[in-house]
């Protein structure tokens, strides 16, 4: 107890220990926050999904923090639906069926014109076909006629710029650029203010309904932005974190803790126990790892379980075991071992309650400087191709921006967001491992 | 830390190698050959294992078959001259195509057997035609593929390793002169740094030398299409250098300079710095003789580590920087199932380590006196 309270008292001599400490902390509350709120088959079905859980978002876009640093400000991506706001639509009776009127406002203040605009109508109840009108309203007053057209079948969906006699109503220019323009500039102008878009339905069935979705594709979505499956970075983004987690803390603390004892074994025993594991360690100190991980995630699978079962077994028979085994010689050679053996303890006696707690202090800085590195070797081998196939991680949105080229193509924050991260979480454990070495190693103390 | 392995780079036993009336040259020598004949064992048995997870006990072999059958079916399906045979006879023809293509490459013995030809192919680096890649000059030859390829490799690791030792042993000097200084403060705080690996840190280069700042290249190894004097070749080269070896700089720098400021450190606080320190010797000599010698076992070791770690990170960094050197080799192979080019490419790493840990070995049996003199393993 002591002891300990001395520690805790170095400890705070680091206030960079202090700080990686909060961060760790603050990690992993995330990283539990992050299961808790979307669990496992939620992410991977988020992740994996394609077209018809992503529709609404646009094609890769930065997130909207960027237009913080932008003087030309990009527009936001504006999903309105009446599914989410009943309140807005108004019915109107009208002979067999209904008119319903909905006025849908758009906010644009952006400098630049949006991605794509587009509508769903998710249709029910209808045998005949009901039939739609759209105007669009600019702030300064004029309305556009955008179409009217009947709504064949259970789900309709209008691209804006796909309709040919609204292009030639907005002389030649794209939907999106037209609609939002000051009228008759000359390279287009944006044209700021509230604009409406003014929906009218007209059912020919009593029990007919009509639920409409406007999406306005714009350049940023999100605080994370989207990739080019239109998927949201923030589930990949959030659940990279506790698969890094987990991955760098298993395999930091399964290397480290069965190097140990493999050593201290090794060291008891001596004879061609203490040869066997010598030879092997020198046998995969020549193996190449990566190599050799490449090969399995590509032959056998590219499960995170298998890849983390075989970095363990590649990486217990490294340096550390010659370090531990170097101590544990010594220690093996100390009196109070020979206490041990003159009341008669056996060997595993001694081994477990004797001999490991003795490298404890050396094994805790390593577990800990160890655990960055096995984080970053996940994300080399999701970066590599070799990624779990269904999770989410940090390495498989750099890999993908890096298979899309998001490096050429200017599309930094598909990179960078993840490399940060990466980059933050591997900090926090090194630099309190680093700390930790400082306390813990004697021969380190005062340089 | 360091000093526990200081004992042989890898395991060797100076203990083992006292003999009275020996000369030290002759010592030097024979600490070499142990070393070399123990790693050319433990070369054999790795490229073993290699071979066993390469061929997945045999899964490889499966879809090399489905894949033989399936193109002579298309082959025999598509020829015109065999069109008009009848169905059996033609099934026949088939089952003798395959045949003959499985024996051609090998596959109709038992995997025992092919496993212990192909070790010894592999070790002599003759393992016959890819099945798929081919190298730059149209050969089907693995080793022409594998040594095609080393050059950039060795190019691109060699220089980074240098330009790290020579940085980092010069940088850690001059701080442990400067102890408690600010810089020396700021290399301590620095260190952690280098958790990240050097791919990682070539994304952001990449980023902003290649991508925002537009000074250097993407990747790469020559400008294309090269260049055909070869002045301009070898600047292209030089300029395609720049970021891959920063990238591996940075990775690896800051936990160097740490370690070897603290070496110094530790050792410049031995009783006999301050006796020669008492003597009036200059502080260079000092550095040089008291300081940097008992050193330098040390910091090969944690050096050798250091580069063997790096080599093995070869297949990622050499692909984010589309380096055609070896790594990327390994991993187009993987892609292509590619069997006898992985086993080559990995055999070759497997050399590569080899002879890093030798040439290593090497080294520290000339700088350490233990080795030289015959003495008693010490330290502990």
Do not use: C
């Not at chain 1, 077994?313 to 101590?327: D, E, H, P, T, V």
């Not at chain 1, 050429?408 to 490399?419: A, D, E, F, I, R």
């Not at chain 2, 958790?195 to 994304?203: H, L, R």
């Not at chain 2, 050193?295 to 990170?313: K, N, Q, V, Y």
Request: charged content about 20%; hydrophobic content about 50%; glycine content about 8%.
């Amino acid at each position: 107890m002591n002891s300990l309270k001395r520690t805790w008292n170095e400890f705070r001599q680091y206030p960079s220990a202090i700080i990686s400490l909060i961060v760790i902390f603050i990690l992993l509350v995330a990283s539990i926050w992050v299961v808790y709120a979307i669990p496992y088959k939620e992410a991977v079905r988020l992740w994996r999904g394609g077209e018809d859980v992503w529709y609404r978002l646009p094609k890769i876009v930065p997130p909207k923090w960027i237009n913080w640093f932008r003087t030309k400000k990009l527009p936001d991506t504006i999903i309105f639906s009446t599914l989410e706001n009943p309140e807005t639509k108004i019915y109107e009776p009208s002979g067999d069926g209904r008119r319903i009127k909905i006025e849908i406002p758009i906010e644009f203040n952006s400098d630049e014109y949006p991605q794509e605009l587009s509508m769903y109508f998710f249709i029910s109840n209808a045998e005949k076909a009901p039939f739609v009108s759209l105007r669009w309203v600019t702030p300064d007053e004029r309305e556009i006629r955008i179409a009217d057209f009947g709504l064949q079948g259970a789900k309709v969906n209008f691209r804006f710029a796909q309709d040919s006699k609204l292009r030639q109503r907005l002389k030649g220019l794209d939907a999106e650029i037209g609609l939002y323009s000051v009228p008759q500039s000359d390279p287009p102008q944006p044209l700021k203010g509230d604009y409406q878009l003014k929906v009218e339905i007209v059912t020919f069935d009593p029990n007919a309904d009509v639920e409409v979705e406007f999406i306005q594709y714009g350049k940023v979505y999100g605080w994370f932005g989207t990739d080019h499956m239109r998927r949201d970075l923030k589930v990949g983004l959030l659940w990279g974190l506790p698969v890094a987690m987990a991955f760098g803390l298993i395999a930091s603390l399964g290397t480290s803790v069965l190097a140990m004892i493999i050593a201290a074994v090794g060291a008891w025993y001596r004879g061609w126990v203490d040869d066997l594991i010598q030879r092997v360690t020198e046998i995969n100190l020549v193996l190449p790892f990566l190599p050799i991980l490449i090969m399995v995630g590509t032959f056998y699978s590219r499960s995170i379980f298998v890849i983390l079962g075989v970095t363990i077994l590649l990486s217990i028979f490294g340096g550390a075991i010659k370090n531990y085994r170097a101590i544990f010689l010594q220690v093996r050679e100390m009196p109070y071992i020979e206490a041990a053996r003159a009341y008669n303890a056996g060997d595993g006696r001694i081994i477990i309650r004797y001999l490991l707690p003795r490298i404890i202090p050396l094994l805790i800085p390593a577990l800990v400087t160890g655990i960055p590195s096995y984080v970053f070797l996940e994300a080399s081998l999701a970066v590599l191709g070799l990624g779990d196939p269904v999770l989410p991680t940090w390495g498989k949105i750099i890999q993908d921006a890096e298979f899309n080229g998001a490096l050429y193509k200017g599309m930094y924050y598909w990179v960078l967001q993840p490399s940060a991260l990466l980059m933050i979480t591997g900090l926090a454990f090194a630099v309190l491992g680093f700390s930790l070495d400082r306390i813990f190693n004697p021969r380190l103390r005062g340089v | 830390m360091a000093q526990e392995a200081q004992a042989g780079v890898f395991g060797a036993r100076p203990e083992s190698l006292r003999k009275k009336g020996e000369s030290s040259f002759g010592r030097v020598v024979r600490y070499v050959s142990i070393r070399l004949v123990t790693l050319f064992i433990t070369v054999v048995i790795g490229v073993y294992l290699t071979i066993l997870i390469a061929n997945m006990g045999g899964y490889v072999d499966q879809i090399k078959k489905g894949e033989i059958r399936e193109a002579v079916q298309m082959r025999v399906l598509t020829d015109q001259a065999l069109r008009n045979l009848p169905a059996d006879a033609r099934a026949k023809r088939i089952e003798d195509l395959v045949r003959l293509e499985e024996k051609r490459l090998g596959l109709d013995q038992p995997f025992l057997v092919r496993s212990f030809r192909f070790l010894r192919s592999a070790l002599t680096l003759s393992l016959g035609r890819s099945l798929q890649m081919s190298s730059d000059s149209g050969s089907r030859q693995v080793r022409l593929i594998i040594l095609e390829r080393l050059p950039a490799t060795l190019l691109l690791f060699g220089t980074a390793d240098l330009t790290l030792f020579f940085v980092s042993l010069f940088l850690g000097l001059s701080l442990s002169r400067r102890y408690g200084s600010f810089l020396d403060k700021l290399s301590v705080a620095l260190s952690p740094l280098s958790s990240a690996p050097g791919w990682f840190y070539g994304i952001f280069l990449i980023v902003l030398f290649a991508g925002v700042l537009k000074v250097l290249p993407f990747g790469g190894m020559v400008d294309i299409p090269p260049p055909s004097n070869p002045v301009d070749y070898a600047l292209s080269v030089l300029r395609h250098l720049i970021l891959p070896v920063t990238a591996i700089t940075l990775s690896s720098i800051f936990l160097s300079v740490y370690s070897n400021r603290t070496f110094f450190l530790i050792y410049s606080s031995e009783d006999y710095v301050d006796m020669a320190k008492a003597k009036g010797l200059q502080d260079r000599e000092i550095e040089r003789r008291y300081i940097l010698r008992p050193t330098l076992p040390t910091i090969i070791t944690s050096f050798a580590l250091l580069l063997i770690s790096l080599w093995t990170g070869a297949p990622i960094f050499e692909t984010v920087f589309n380096w055609p050197g070896l790594g990327r080799t390994i991993y187009q192979a993987v892609g292509l199932f590619d069997t006898p080019v992985i086993v080559a490419s990995t055999v070759l790493f497997a050399y590569l380590l080899a002879i890093t840990v030798f040439l290593l070995d090497f080294i520290y049996a000339l700088v350490d006196p233990r080795v030289k003199i015959g003495g008693q393993e010490g330290g502990q």
